[in-house]
């Protein structure tokens, strides 16, 4: 716990940073009496710093509401039942959480039939979809840092949005082993990915490779152990394909040698809540425990495309780690389990305490295999995504079964 009054920080105290996928566990967070916000102690992460920055180191004080006017959690929760029980179709929408929110949203989910989509859906659907196509060798970061002899990023730098990727790997950005896969001229990214797992494969290409690929692919030829890295956020619509292509210059080398893909991807809780929704029921995010049992829709499902189309007459949209704007639901009652800063005029608010600041919790790191633990940073007397989920679990139940919630 921060040291508010003296304003010494936790400093010594690890703390798990939540705002990025890496979920760092090495630096403090300093909390000065007096101070606007949150600091980041050991480090100059941006994203982290932007992160704190959302949070005083004042306890929240944010109030339940309903239509704008502040209420009791109970009345809010008994709001967001009714909302619930009388919705034919609704969304959960957003999911930024941690697993007990999740776990806690997924029995609420098969009470009601939602449908269930993440605020980065579009970008966590390409991995989806390319796993369930094809499968894929994945790494971890000490795997990458121990054993890599070329890491490969395809499309940016990683830098820029995970900032500590590098570090967290132990290359530098001027060090040998590190290559920047880029479309060469006049080629867009999923023609440069094709052209090099066709030139891995060792198979003809019209007109020649550009030399950058040609070099690159002797590299990862001559690699005792390469992984490519790649930024999910960054892929164009369509671009499980372009995951497809580099899973496929990976099962080619590892024909005759070692070699693994390491996605960037699935912060703010979304790979925690597609992780335990696809334990729980067996399929991903985008999914509906409905009338017609289990359906996964990866396209159909999508919030956006359900709310163009007018396609769910109420939403429950969760973020929890960052105040982030709702999307446009004109006419659709609507309830946020957010940040306290999400606060609206129309339907419900309940805020909720963020992981990792606030309140204990755990989130999957970037390779998937690790869920790693949080703790809070300040006394926060707000209930988290769980706590209100359940009670309103329960509310719907009782008020479906036609008993006073
Ligand atoms: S790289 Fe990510 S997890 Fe690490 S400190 Fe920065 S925002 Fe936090």
Do not use: K
Not at 102 to 122: H, K, M, N
Not at 251 to 271: D, H, I, K, P, Q
Not at 367 to 375: E, Y
Request: hydrophobic share 45%; glycine share 10%; proline share 8%.
């Amino acid at each position: 716990m921060t040291d508010s009054d003296s304003g010494s920080g936790v400093g010594a105290a690890p703390w798990t940073c939540p705002f990025c996928p890496l979920l760092c566990d090495t630096f403090g967070v300093t909390a000065a009496a007096g101070a606007p916000s949150l600091a980041l102690q050991g480090s100059d992460c941006r994203r982290a710093g932007a992160g704190l920055a959302q949070f005083t180191p004042q306890p929240a004080a944010a109030s339940p509401q309903r239509d704008g006017q502040a209420c009791s959690l109970e009345a809010a929760i008994d709001a967001a039942a009714a909302i619930l029980a009388a919705s034919r179709q609704p969304l959960f929408g957003g999911l930024g959480t941690d697993v007990a929110g999740a776990r806690a949203l997924y029995p609420l989910a098969c009470e009601t039939g939602a449908i269930c989509d993440s605020a980065q859906g579009d970008v966590l659907m390409h991995g989806v979809r390319a796993l369930q196509d094809r499968g894929r060798f994945s790494t971890t970061l000490a795997e990458v840092h121990e054993r890599a002899d070329l890491v490969v990023c395809v499309g940016a730098d990683p830098s820029e949005r995970y900032p500590l990727f590098l570090e967290r790997c132990g290359i530098a950005p001027a060090d040998p082993r590190l290559a920047i896969l880029v479309p060469a001229e006049g080629q867009d990214l999923f023609d440069t990915v094709a052209l090099l797992a066709a030139a891995v494969e060792g198979r003809a290409v019209q007109g020649g490779l550009p030399p950058a690929l040609a070099a690159l692919c002797e590299r990862l030829h001559a690699a005792r152990y390469a992984v490519l890295v790649y930024e999910t956020g960054r892929l164009p619509a369509h671009g499980a394909l372009i995951i497809e292509a580099i899973n496929r210059v990976v099962a080619t080398l590892n024909r005759r040698t070692r070699a693994a893909a390491l996605a960037l991807a699935g912060g703010e809780g979304a790979s925690a809540v597609n992780d335990v929704f696809t334990w729980l029921s067996g399929l991903p995010l985008r999914s509906r425990a409905g009338p017609a049992g289990l359906e996964h829709e990866p396209l159909r499902f999508g919030a956006p495309r359900l709310l163009a189309d007018h396609a769910v007459d109420a939403v429950l949209w969760v973020s929890s780690f960052v105040a982030q704007p709702l999307p446009a639901a004109p006419g659709l009652p609507r309830i946020v389990l957010g940040h306290p800063a999400m606060a609206t005029d129309d339907g419900v608010f309940i805020p909720v305490s963020t992981p990792g600041i606030g309140s204990a919790g755990h989130l999957f790191r970037v390779d998937g295999l690790v869920v790693v633990p949080l703790r809070p940073v300040v006394a926060d007397p707000l209930p988290t995504v769980a706590e209100v989920v359940q009670r309103l679990t329960v509310a719907v139940r009782a008020r479906r079964q036609g008993v006073a919630a």
